[in-house]
């Protein structure tokens, strides 16, 4: 059985007018069904490429990007994504949405099974009761809230997260890591998380792929193995002598 993510040997170059710019150059990952890869690099070192090359949206110069062993050649409705500034429509609610992408992939499911699928996910997120807000009367942390639910509302196979969490203060990102673990405790999905944060891709990740060199290639996998039920402890709490320094 092949893993449901394989990326092998990936090169990719950008068009630009100065010639062409090699951004990735020998980039390997393979994510078994239900796990989650954190990939870490630099930045501008081709991380929101590679989420471009898996979600069909662009293809690889050289190298292979397959999705349960088929080439992925287009974009399909099979992957969500959810980016460091969350994109919510302001003239909809947010539980309208959150059921956009049912409208799009599950044009006949009744209205009445969107809204308990997206309730059912608001809950889980922390986000009863603000369903009938707009988002711009929700705070940052929320309004990300709403986007994960928004991109695995369609319970796609793959998740993408560009860097979710990166906009958001330590305390919110922490709140979200955690909120992060709880939905994957419900929902089934295999995810690739880019981040900059190695705290957040031991937290999160099952395995930490990272990148480097430019163009950028795999440098290593590290395989992860933290108990799922482990509590976050690892919040950083400066001392009294390193404030002083910081002063
Ligand atoms: P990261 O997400 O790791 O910061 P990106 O994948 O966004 O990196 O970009 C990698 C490199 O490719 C950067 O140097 C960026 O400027 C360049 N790049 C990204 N998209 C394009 C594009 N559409 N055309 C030309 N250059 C691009
Ligand atoms: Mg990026």
């Known amino acids: 059985m092949p893993d449901l993510i394989e990326i092998t040997d990936v090169r990719h170059a950008y068009k630009t007018p100065a010639g062409p710019l090699p951004v990735l150059d020998g980039l390997t990952l393979s994510v078994p069904e239900g796990a989650f890869a954190a990939v870490v690099g630099p930045s501008g070192c081709g991380k929101s490429t590679l989420t471009r090359l898996v979600a ?113 203060d330590n305390f919110t990102r922490e709140d979200l890591w955690q909120t992060m673990r709880d939905l994957r405790r419900q929902e089934p999905f295999t995810a690739i998380l880019i981040t900059h944060d190695l705290r957040e891709s031991v937290f999160l990740g099952d395995q930490v792929v990272v990148l480097s060199g430019r163009p950028a290639r795999t440098q290593y996998v590290l395989d992860v193995d933290l108990p799922a039920d482990r509590e976050i402890d690892i919040l950083y709490q400066p001392k009294a002598g390193e404030m002083l320094h910081l002063l």
């Open 56 to 168: 069909g949206l662009m293809r690889p110069d050289a190298g292979e990007v397959r999705l349960h062993g088929s080439p992925v050649t287009s974009p399909r409705s099979t992957v969500g994504m959810a980016f460091q500034n969350p994109v919510l429509l302001e003239w909809r609610s947010i539980l309208d949405n959150v059921i956009l992408p049912l409208e799009i992939v599950a044009p006949r499911m009744p209205r009445r099974d969107r809204v308990a699928r997206a309730m059912e996910l608001l809950d889980l997120v922390g986000l009863a009761g603000f369903e009938n807000k707009r988002p711009s009367e929700l705070s940052g942390g929320m309004r990300q809230r709403a986007s994960l639910c928004r991109a695995i509302v369609h319970r796609p196979e793959v998740l993408i997260l560009d860097e979710p969490f990166g906009a958001l």
